[in-house]
């Protein structure tokens, strides 16, 4: 049995977000690895990554907020 993790992204994980992200997604949906530079940087506390065998295969961010949605 594969073993996974679960964790909080950072910054050394940028490279194996930017290309999972350009597998997953058309090149005009897709975001880029400046984007994700910026999300790292102001919202870490809600970007998660799953690992498996030693590579990034899911990630999940989303910026928390009150606001209510309309």
Same mark, same amino acid.
């Given at each position: ?8 992204? =950072?910054?050394? =994980? ?44 899911? %990630?999940?961010?989303? %910026? ?7």
């Amino acid at each position: 049995m594969e073993k996974y993790c679960i964790r909080k992204a =950072d910054l050394n =994980d940028l490279e194996e977000i930017a290309e999972l992200e350009q597998l997953c997604f058309p090149e005009s949906e897709a975001a880029s690895k400046d984007i994700f530079k910026k999300r790292l940087d102001k919202y870490s506390e809600c970007f998660f990554v799953l690992i498996l065998s030693g590579k990034i295969v899911s %990630m999940v961010n989303g %910026m928390v907020t009150e606001q209510a949605r309309k």
